[in-house]
C-alpha cells in the first residue's frame, strides 16, 4: 500500500469517526424542547422584547408627532435606541435564563439519584459536562436567534450599523456562555439547587453589575476606551466597535470581551468536570495553567490600557494607580488563598516535609495544599512582576497626548508586593493547619476566611491609634500599635499614594521605611512557621482532611 | 472456572464508624451469589466499593482481576449496577432513556435499535417503548432500570436490592428473570434483606452483619454447617419418649426433642447411613407414619448466624 493509499485510508476512517455524538445532549434536547413548554418560553422572550420595543416607538412617536421637521427623527437616533433597548434587555434576560437552565443540570441528577447510573457508563466527565453545558447554551443561543428579527427592524430606523449588530450578538453570545458555565460549575460543586442556583445567580449578579458599571464609566465617565468595556453584555453595543490603546497597540474592546468571558467560562467548565462526584480526575495542572493565562492576560490588558490614556494625559496619578492594582491584587488573593491552601495534605506525608519533597515547579501544580502554596507564590510573582515591568516600561513611556512620562516609585511597589507576599504565606499556613485539623474542606476554607475577616477587622484599631496621635512626635510613631500597622500589607500598599500619613519619617521596628514590605514579610514568615509547625502536630494525631 | 470479582480485606469507615470491615469475597464465573445482611450490614457499602462509586478505606477489589481503584473506567465496561435507590429522568420515553444509556455506553449506533429491542423483550416491557418513564409503576422501573443494566452486556451484575419495595407479582417478574440472567451465564452478586427471594435460584451465599463477612459458600453447605446437620422429623402414633431415648443413643445423633406428637432428630451422621435411624424405629415397633428430612430454610440460617444486632 502506498503511503498515499495508507494516508487517504486514514483520513477516510479519521472523518468516518469524526460524527461528533454527545448522547446527553441529544437526551437533554429531547426532554426540553418536548411539548409546549419551550416553544411558549420563545415566545415569552420574543413578546416582551416586542412590547419594550413597541413602547419606546409609540413614546418617540409622540414626541416628535407635533413636530413638523422630519430631522427631528434622524436626530433622535431612533435605530440606535430601539436596539441599545433590546441589548440591555436581551443581557438581563439571559442573565436570569442562562443560570436557571444549568445550574440545576448536576444537582437534579444527585438528588433524583440518577448520578450513579450515569457515572458508571463510559461518558467521560468532560462528555457530560460538554453535554450539559452545551444544552443549556445552545437554548440561549436560540433564544438570542429569535430576537434577530426585531434586530432587524431596528435596522430599518438607521443609525444603528449592521456590523455593530453582529459584534453586540457576538458579545452577549460570550455573556451567555460565561453565565451557562457558571451555572454548570455551581450544579458540580454543590449537593442542592437551591444552594447552586443561589450562588450561581449571585455570582452572575455580581459579575454583571461590576462589569456594567465598569462599561458604563467607559462609556458616559472619564475613562473612556477602556480595554475592559466589552465585559459587559449590558454595554455591548455601546462599545461594539470601539478600539482601545494597549501602550502601542490598538485592540478592538469587543474582542477582548468576548475572548476574556469565553476563556473565565471555559475554565469553569474545566473546573467543573474536576468536581463530578464518581469522577475522580485531577487537572490542576491546566486548570492552574489557564488561571495563570487568564488573570494575567487580563492585568496586562487591563495596566497596559490604563497606563495608555486611563490615567489621563498628564502624568501624577501613578501613586494612586499602584495603590488601586494592589487593592486589586489583595482582593484577587483573599479568596484564593484559602481556596489554593486548602485540602487532603496527603496519605503519610507531614505537612511540612510536603512542603520541600518534589522540585517546586512541578509542585506547584500538584493538587495538595502544599502545591497550592506553591502555586499562590508563583501567582503572585508573575502578578507582580506584570505590575512591575509594565510600570518600569511607563516610566520612560508618554501615555497619549502627552509629552512627560511616568514615574512610577519602584521601590514602593516592590515593598508593597512583599508585603502582599508575607501576607499570603501566611495565611497559606493558616490553610494548611486548618487543613490538618478540619474534616472538610469547606469548614477550612471558610475558617482561614473568617481569620482573615478578623485581621482586617481590627486593622482600623492599629490606625485609629496611630491616627489618635496625630501630630506626630517620634515615641508616637514607634508605639507598638502603630509598628503593628505594618503586618498589614494595606499599610505599605496606602502608604504609596502618600496620603496614608504625610510627613511621617516612618517606623523603627521595621528599621526604615525603606524596608516595611521585608519586615512585613519576616514577620508573617513568623506566623507562617509557627502555623506550619502546629499542623505538623496536629497531623501526627490523624486528624485533618481525609484523601476524598 | 476463573474467578470473577474478588474482594481483599476490604474496609471502609466513616469516622468511627465501620461500614464494612476485612471483607473478603471470590465469586466465580458464572455463580449466582446472593449477599445477605440485615438492613445497615455494609451490603450496599461493599457493592458500591465494587462497582466504583465508593472508595474503600483500605483493602482491594477486582472484577477479572482488574483493579478497581486503579481502573475504574475499565471496571464500569465489565458491570452492570443497579442501585437499590434510583430514580428516572423526567419528560422521556422508555425507548430514549434506553436510547441515552446504549449511546452512553458507546454502542454503535447502527446496533442501538436492536439491543434496546432486546432488553425491552426480556424485561418485559416492548408494550411500554413509547411510555413516559417517569408515569411507569415501581415495577416497571425496575425493570427498566434492569434493561438499562444489561444494554452493554456486562459478564458481572451488581444488584442491590432489585425486588425491595414490589409487590408480589413484580417480585415474582423480576425473579423469572434473574433466573433467565442465570441462564445466560452472567455472574451476579444480589443483595436482599429478604431471604425467600434468594433461596431459589442462588448458589452461594454470603452473610454479612455490621461489616463484617459471617459466613460464605456453597447454599447446602452453609445450611448444614449453620444448623450443625441435618434436621429429622419423625412422626410416630405413641412412645414417643422412649423413641427418643432409642433415637440419642445412636450415632450421629446430636440432640431429640419433642414437639406435638413428632421427634426433631438433629442428625449430623453421614447422609447414607441416615436410614438405620428408620430400621432401628421399625424393628424396634414403634409406629412410625412419617420420616422426612426438614426443608432447608435460608431464614433459619440467617436467624441463627445473625444476632440481630442492627436490624
Known amino acids: 500500500?502506498?503511503?498515499?493509499?495508507?494516508?487517504?485510508?486514514?483520513?477516510?476512517?479519521?472523518?468516518?469517526?469524526?460524527?461528533?455524538?454527545?448522547?446527553?445532549?441529544?437526551?437533554?434536547?429531547?426532554?426540553?424542547?418536548?411539548?409546549?413548554?419551550?416553544?411558549?418560553?420563545?415566545?415569552?422572550?420574543?413578546?416582551?422584547?416586542?412590547?419594550?420595543?413597541?413602547?419606546?416607538?409609540?413614546?418617540?412617536?409622540?414626541?416628535?408627532?407635533?413636530?413638523?421637521?422630519?430631522?427631528?427623527?434622524?436626530?433622535?437616533?431612533?435605530?440606535?435606541?430601539?436596539?441599545?433597548?433590546?441589548?440591555?434587555?436581551?443581557?438581563?434576560?439571559?442573565?436570569?435564563?442562562?443560570?436557571?437552565?444549568?445550574?440545576?443540570?448536576?444537582?437534579?441528577?444527585?438528588?433524583?439519584?440518577?448520578?450513579?447510573?450515569?457515572?458508571?457508563?463510559?461518558?467521560?466527565?468532560?462528555?457530560?459536562?460538554?453535554?450539559?453545558?452545551?444544552?443549556?447554551?445552545?437554548?440561549?443561543?436560540?433564544?438570542?436567534?429569535?430576537?434577530?428579527?426585531?434586530?432587524?427592524?431596528?435596522?430599518?430606523?438607521?443609525?444603528?450599523?449592521?456590523?455593530?449588530?453582529?459584534?453586540?450578538?457576538?458579545?452577549?453570545?460570550?455573556?451567555?456562555?460565561?453565565?451557562?458555565?457558571?451555572?454548570?460549575?455551581?450544579?458540580?460543586?454543590?449537593?442542592?439547587?437551591?444552594?447552586?442556583?443561589?450562588?450561581?445567580?449571585?455570582?452572575?449578579?455580581?459579575?454583571?453589575?461590576?462589569?456594567?458599571?465598569?462599561?458604563?464609566?467607559?462609556?458616559?465617565?472619564?475613562?473612556?476606551?477602556?480595554?475592559?468595556?466589552?465585559?459587559?453584555?449590558?454595554?455591548?453595543?455601546?462599545?461594539?466597535?470601539?478600539?482601545?490603546?494597549?501602550?502601542?497597540?490598538?485592540?478592538?474592546?469587543?474582542?477582548?470581551?468576548?475572548?476574556?468571558?469565553?476563556?473565565?467560562?471555559?475554565?469553569?467548565?474545566?473546573?467543573?468536570?474536576?468536581?463530578?462526584?464518581?469522577?475522580?480526575?485531577?487537572?490542576?495542572?491546566?486548570?492552574?495553567?489557564?488561571?495563570?493565562?487568564?488573570?494575567?492576560?487580563?492585568?496586562?490588558?487591563?495596566?497596559?490600557?490604563?497606563?495608555?490614556?486611563?490615567?489621563?494625559?498628564?502624568?501624577?496619578?501613578?501613586?494612586?494607580?499602584?495603590?488601586?492594582?494592589?487593592?486589586?491584587?489583595?482582593?484577587?488573593?483573599?479568596?484564593?488563598?484559602?481556596?489554593f491552601s486548602t485540602g487532603p495534605i496527603g496519605k503519610n506525608a507531614n505537612p511540612v516535609s510536603s512542603l520541600t519533597r518534589e522540585p517546586i515547579f512541578r509542585k506547584a501544580f500538584e493538587n495538595r495544599p502544599a502545591g497550592g502554596l506553591f502555586f499562590l507564590a508563583l501567582w503572585w510573582a508573575a502578578a507582580c512582576a506584570v505590575v512591575i515591568a509594565t510600570f518600569a516600561y511607563a516610566n520612560s513611556y508618554s501615555p497619549v497626548g502627552s509629552t512627560g512620562t511616568y514615574s512610577f516609585d519602584l521601590v514602593n511597589i516592590l515593598q508593597a508586593s512583599i508585603g502582599l507576599l508575607g501576607a499570603i504565606i501566611a495565611w497559606g499556613a493558616i490553610g494548611m493547619l486548618f487543613s490538618s485539623i478540619m474534616p472538610n474542606k469547606n469548614s477550612a476554607v471558610v475558617l482561614v476566611l473568617l481569620i482573615i475577616a478578623l485581621a482586617w477587622a481590627i486593622y482600623p484599631l492599629m490606625l485609629w491609634q496611630h491616627e489618635s496621635s496625630y501630630n506626630y512626635t517620634w515615641e508616637n510613631q514607634s508605639g507598638i500599635m502603630w509598628q503593628a500597622a505594618y503586618l498589614w500589607p494595606g499599610t505599605t500598599i496606602g502608604e504609596m499614594s502618600g496620603g496614608w500619613h504625610p510627613g511621617s519619617t516612618g517606623p523603627i521596628l521595621w528599621l526604615d521605611k525603606g524596608l516595611t514590605g521585608v519586615g512585613c514579610l519576616a514577620a508573617w514568615g513568623i506566623v507562617a512557621v509557627i502555623a506550619l509547625s502546629l499542623s505538623g502536630k496536629y497531623y501526627k494525631r490523624g486528624r485533618g482532611i481525609p484523601d476524598e | 472456572m476463573s474467578v470473577m470479582m474478588r474482594t481483599e480485606c476490604l474496609t471502609k469507615t466513616y469516622g468511627q464508624l465501620t461500614a464494612v470491615n476485612n471483607l473478603c469475597l471470590e465469586i466465580e464465573q458464572g455463580d449466582i451469589v446472593g449477599f445477605i445482611g440485615p438492613n445497615g450490614a455494609g451490603k450496599t457499602t461493599t457493592i458500591k466499593m465494587i462497582s466504583t462509586l465508593l472508595t474503600p478505606t483500605s483493602g482491594a477489589a477486582y472484577v477479572a482481576d482488574i483493579d478497581v481503584q486503579q481502573h475504574p473506567e475499565k471496571v464500569r465496561r465489565l458491570i452492570g449496577y443497579m442501585p437499590d435507590f434510583f430514580g428516572v429522568y423526567d419528560d422521556i420515553k422508555a425507548w430514549e432513556y434506553l436510547d441515552f444509556f446504549a449511546a452512553a455506553y458507546k454502542i454503535p449506533k447502527s446496533k442501538r435499535a436492536k439491543t434496546i429491542d432486546n432488553v425491552l423483550d426480556l424485561t418485559d416491557l416492548s408494550g411500554k417503548r413509547d411510555d413516559f418513564v417517569d408515569a411507569l409503576s415501581r415495577g416497571m422501573k425496575q425493570r427498566l432500570c434492569l434493561a438499562k443494566t444489561l444494554l452493554h452486556d456486562p459478564a458481572v451484575l451488581l444488584l442491590d436490592e432489585p425486588a425491595s419495595g414490589l409487590d408480589p407479582r413484580a417480585r415474582i417478574d423480576i425473579k423469572e428473570l434473574l433466573k433467565e440472567l442465570k441462564v445466560m451465564g452472567k455472574t451476579i452478586l444480589i443483595s436482599s434483606h429478604i431471604l425467600p427471594e434468594l433461596a431459589d435460584f442462588c448458589n452461594k451465599v454470603a452473610i454479612i452483619e455490621r461489616g463484617e463477612l459471617i459466613i460464605s459458600g456453597d447454599v447446602g453447605e452453609i445450611m448444614e454447617k449453620a444448623r450443625g446437620g441435618r434436621l429429622l422429623i419423625v412422626k410416630l402414633l405413641d412412645r414417643h419418649d422412649e423413641a427418643a431415648e432409642l433415637l440419642s443413643k445412636m450415632d450421629g445423633v446430636r440432640s431429640v426433642t419433642i414437639e406435638d406428637g413428632t421427634l426433631r432428630v438433629q442428625y449430623t451422621g453421614l447422609p447414607e447411613e441416615q436410614h438405620e435411624l428408620l430400621t432401628a424405629l421399625v424393628s424396634g415397633g414403634y409406629k412410625v407414619q412419617s420420616f422426612s428430612e426438614a426443608e432447608i430454610d435460608l431464614e433459619d440460617v440467617f436467624m441463627k448466624v445473625t444476632t440481630g444486632a442492627v436490624a
Open chain 1, 1 to 339: 500500500m502506498s503511503i498515499v493509499e495508507l494516508a487517504q485510508k486514514t483520513l477516510a476512517g479519521r472523518i468516518k469517526n469524526a460524527r461528533y455524538e454527545n448522547p446527553v445532549i441529544t437526551k437533554e434536547l429531547r426532554s426540553r424542547m418536548r411539548g409546549a413548554r419551550a416553544h411558549q418560553i420563545m415566545m415569552a422572550y420574543v413578546l416582551l422584547m416586542a412590547i419594550v420595543l413597541f413602547c419606546i416607538y409609540y413614546s418617540q412617536w409622540m414626541d416628535v408627532a407635533g413636530s413638523a421637521d422630519p430631522q427631528s427623527w434622524f436626530d433622535s437616533r431612533l435605530g440606535f435606541r430601539l436596539f441599545s433597548s433590546l441589548t440591555w434587555l436581551q443581557a438581563v434576560l439571559i442573565g436570569l435564563i442562562a443560570p436557571s437552565l444549568t445550574s440545576g443540570c448536576i444537582t437534579i441528577e444527585k438528588e433524583q439519584q440518577t448520578i450513579e447510573m450515569l457515572s458508571l457508563t463510559t461518558l467521560s466527565a468532560r462528555n457530560i459536562i460538554v453535554g450539559k453545558l452545551m444544552s443549556g447554551y445552545l437554548f440561549v443561543l436560540m433564544l438570542l436567534a429569535c430576537s434577530l428579527p426585531l434586530a432587524g427592524m431596528c435596522l430599518m430606523f438607521g443609525s444603528v450599523s449592521p456590523a455593530e449588530i453582529a459584534v453586540t450578538y457576538l458579545i452577549l453570545a460570550a455573556w451567555a456562555f460565561l453565565f451557562s458555565s457558571i451555572g454548570v460549575f455551581c450544579s458540580a460543586q454543590f449537593k442542592k439547587t437551591a444552594t447552586a442556583s443561589l450562588i450561581a445567580f449571585g455570582t452572575v449578579f455580581i459579575y454583571a453589575f461590576l462589569t456594567t458599571l465598569w462599561a458604563a464609566e467607559c462609556k458616559y465617565g472619564h475613562n473612556t476606551n477602556s480595554i475592559l468595556g466589552g465585559l459587559s453584555g449590558c454595554m455591548a453595543l455601546d462599545h461594539s466597535l470601539d478600539m482601545a490603546q494597549v501602550f502601542y497597540i490598538r485592540l478592538p474592546v469587543a474582542l477582548a470581551g468576548i475572548a476574556i468571558n469565553t476563556a473565565i467560562g471555559i475554565l469553569l467548565a474545566v473546573l467543573a468536570t474536576t468536581r463530578l462526584p464518581f469522577h475522580r480526575i485531577d487537572r490542576a495542572v491546566l486548570i492552574r495553567t489557564m488561571l495563570l493565562g487568564i488573570s494575567l492576560a487580563t492585568l496586562f490588558l487591563f495596566v497596559g490600557n490604563a497606563l495608555s490614556g486611563l490615567l489621563g494625559t498628564t502624568p501624577g496619578q501613578e501613586s494612586d494607580f499602584a495603590t488601586f492594582m494592589f487593592v486589586i491584587l489583595l482582593a484577587v488573593f483573599i479568596p484564593a488563598v484559602p481556596i
